[in-house]
T-cell receptor
Framework: DGGITQSPKYLFRKEGQNVTLSCEQNLNHDAMYWYRQDPGQGLRLIYYSQIVNDFQKGDIAEGYSVSREKKESFPLTVTSAQKNPTAFYLC????????????FGDGTRLSIL | AQKVTQAQTEISVVEKEDVTLDCVYETRDTTYYLFWYKQPPSGELVFLIRRNSFDEQNEISGRYSWNFQKSTSSFNFTITASQVVDSAVYFCALSEARNAGNMLTFGGGTRLMVKP
């Protein structure tokens, strides 16, 4: 089945530690996105990528990093510089055209130990 | 700058009631796209509908209907004869044509609770 797979489902981070969230899609979509969702709030864009080996900062990129070495994969690293990382992280992908809906993964819930 | 407002943070209804979720948007672009997504307790967002700024026809899909009014910058979502399975958080989102990427601006969401 085509879709977006995020792993792990739950992740715990120690102080000063970097952690990486995985996002893989087999929809043959060019564009991929990372969002952060805090309790009771909407989604905020962290990073997006329209093509392999290229990505752009979103509204809240500080403390995060990404890579896009393969079309199918767009991992997100939450660095130690992100002082408030506890949130629900959602990965999405879409065809790279203006009006195309984004398709989402099941999310990763990150907490601090 | 673009903005999406969902003023209702939480709505509670009894099964079989009709319910309308409000969405008001702001944009300076003349070409834009509006979306509704459903987020069930499992967490993933499920795409429900897309509407472009040039198409003001209302749309109906089963128990769901959408009312797009450019004059009031609103794109409201109505569920007729609500069911317990409709309980979820619903998000309205906006994409402007002038954006470099296909980026979405989301509203804060409306949590709908349908009680049996």
């Amino acid at each position: 089945d085509g879709g977006i797979t995020q792993s792990p489902k739950y992740l715990f981070r120690k102080e000063g530690q970097n952690v990486t969230l995985s996002c893989e899609q087999n929809l043959n979509h060019d564009a991929m996105y990372w969002y952060r969702q805090d309790p009771g709030q909407g989604l905020r864009l962290i990073y997006y990528s329209q093509i392999v080996n290229d990505f752009q900062k979103g509204d809240i990129a500080e403390g995060y990093s990404v890579s896009r070495e393969k079309k199918e994969s767009f991992p997100l690293t939450v660095t130690s510089a992100q002082k408030n990382p506890t949130a629900f992280y959602l990965c999405a992908s879409s065809l790279d055209r203006r009006n195309q809906p984004q398709h989402f993964g099941d999310g990763t819930r990150l907490s601090i130990l | 700058a673009q903005k999406v407002t969902q003023a209702q943070t939480e709505i509670s209804v009894v099964e079989k009631e009709d319910v309308t979720l409000d969405c008001v948007y702001e944009t300076r672009d003349t070409t834009y796209y509006l979306f509704w997504y459903k987020q069930p307790p499992s967490g993933e967002l499920v795409f429900l509908i897309r509407r472009n700024s040039f198409d003001e026809q209302n749309e109906i899909s089963g128990r769901y209907s959408w009312n797009f009014q450019k004059s009031t910058s609103s794109f409201n979502f109505t569920i007729t004869a609500s069911q317990v399975v409709d309980s979820a958080v619903y998000f309205c989102a906006l994409s402007e044509a002038r954006n470099a990427g296909n980026m979405l601006t989301f509203g804060g969401g409306t949590r709908l609770m349908v009680k049996p």
